[in-house]
């Protein structure tokens, strides 16, 4: 069973960008779908961004409406850290962000697929 570090988050003005990093522990993650979420509290989590275990040298991406054209999600070190490039922030992106992982190639943005989560790490955007 893989285990799951988020870092990076911070307190930013609206419009600066930032970027977390997952870094994964006790196996490799290559075979795994990962993905970010986000909660704010009193809400749901919601899906961010996910990717596909490697296939063909490239792990493919999706990501919530909120975020198209803003964040980027990308992994290296074989798959085993992924990373969430967040640009021009808004004051609503402000929240806890977590690291998922599940092993297969049903990579979804639906908080029920996944079964290894990380403590997660938060963002505050002011305006």
Not at 10 to 20: F, I
Not at 41 to 57: D, H
Not at 94 to 99: F, P, T
Not at 100 to 127: E, F, I, M, N
Request: proline share 3%; with cysteine; aromatic share 8%.
């Amino acid at each position: 069973q893989i285990t799951l570090v988020e870092s990076g988050g911070a307190a930013v003005q609206a419009e600066e960008s930032l970027k977390l990093s997952c870094a994964t522990s006790g196996g490799s993650a290559e075979t795994y779908c990962m993905a970010w979420f986000r909660h704010i509290p009193g809400k749901e989590r919601e899906g961010v961004a996910t990717t596909t275990p490697r296939s063909r040298r490239v792990f493919a991406a999706g990501y919530a409406d909120s975020v198209k054209g803003r964040f980027a999600v990308t992994r290296t070190n074989g798959g085993n850290t992924m990373y969430l490039q967040m640009n021009a922030l808004k004051p609503e992106d402000s929240a806890m962000y977590y690291c998922a992982a599940r092993p297969g190639t049903h990579c979804s943005l639906d908080t029920k697929d996944y079964d290894t989560w990380g403590q997660g790490t938060q963002v505050t955007v002011s305006s």
